[in-house]
């Protein structure tokens, strides 16, 4: 297993390292579960991978159907990049959603959020909150819902899918958008077409990337390194000179740097 702030970690050594010890976890082991009394931590596994400055990155496991665990934290924004399976989402008093893999979520400060593994055997999320907090701070059950709004636009969407950004800037050519800025990070997804170098945002600062879709090169301090779809690329101030599209598809992934 790699360490944190390992500069490539692959989708298939995260999945690896989070499959559930249970072959069936979704049914009698999650019945006996309910039936001793235990929780959400009991059917979780996690494996932190960035620890920057800001952030502390993981990715979560669950299986579909596990006890949530609603909270809030009243100090900082946190967000999810949803990683595999099908997972549940109910933010602050807004109409629960369903998130797949590449679709973004924000829970604001402030804002009750419960996070659940809906279907599969792996509900995974890429969760980036602040170092050292807790889920202490339970809040309240919504007492109402309200519809999530069709017009708002990026940054900081409660709900960003990967379908909406494809959709909202097609696939013939390059582009970026912002799509969290807050007070700790700013966060940019990019689609990349093959033929030539993107330039991003980063270079002189620390960042990290996660690939969406297709398989690109990072030039980081003169490595080549080759990432495919779910692969998390961590670098030190500097290291970045060029992201390249390998192969004939276009490639979408996105860069979490300081604001």
């Given amino acids: 297993m790699s360490e944190t702030n390992a500069r490539h970690v692959t989708y298939e050594e995260i999945v690896e390292s989070l499959r559930p010890d249970a072959p069936d976890v979704e049914g009698p ?110 809040g309240l059950e919504p007492a109402r819902t309200i519809p999530l709004e069709d017009h708002w636009e990026p940054p900081n969407r409660i709900f960003t899918p990967l379908d909406y950004m494809i959709e909202r800037h097609g696939v013939d050519a390059d582009w ?9 990070n700013r966060v940019d997804m990019f689609h990349v077409t093959p033929g030539g170098p993107m330039a991003t945002l980063a270079g002189d600062v620390e960042a990290w990337w996660v690939v969406l879709r297709g398989s690109v090169t990072f030039m980081l301090d003169g490595d080549a390194v080759n990432a495919g779809q779910g692969d998390v690329v961590y670098s030190q101030e500097g290291e970045l000179s060029s992201v390249l599209v390998d192969g004939d598809e276009s490639a979408i992934y996105i860069e979490v740097t300081a604001p």
Avoid at 36 to 47: E, F, L
Avoid at 176 to 184: F, G, K
């Fill in 29 to 138: 082991v999650l019945d006996e579960i309910a039936r001793s009394g235990g929780g959400y931590a009991a059917v979780t596994k996690s494996r932190v991978l960035v620890m920057d400055s800001r952030n502390r990155m993981a990715v979560i496991s669950s299986p579909g159907g596990s006890p949530g665990d609603p909270h809030l934290h009243d100090d900082f924004n946190e967000w999810w990049v949803a990683f595999g399976g099908e997972m549940r989402y109910r933010v602050g008093e807004y109409e629960p959603f369903k998130a797949h893999f590449g679709d973004i979520i924000v829970a604001p400060s402030g804002y009750r959020h419960d996070p659940r593994a809906w279907k599969g055997e792996m509900c995974m999320r890429m969760v980036t909150g602040k170092p050292g907090s807790n889920h202490d701070l339970k």
């Fill in 176 to 184: 970026q958008e912002t799509v969290i800025l807050d007070q700790r």
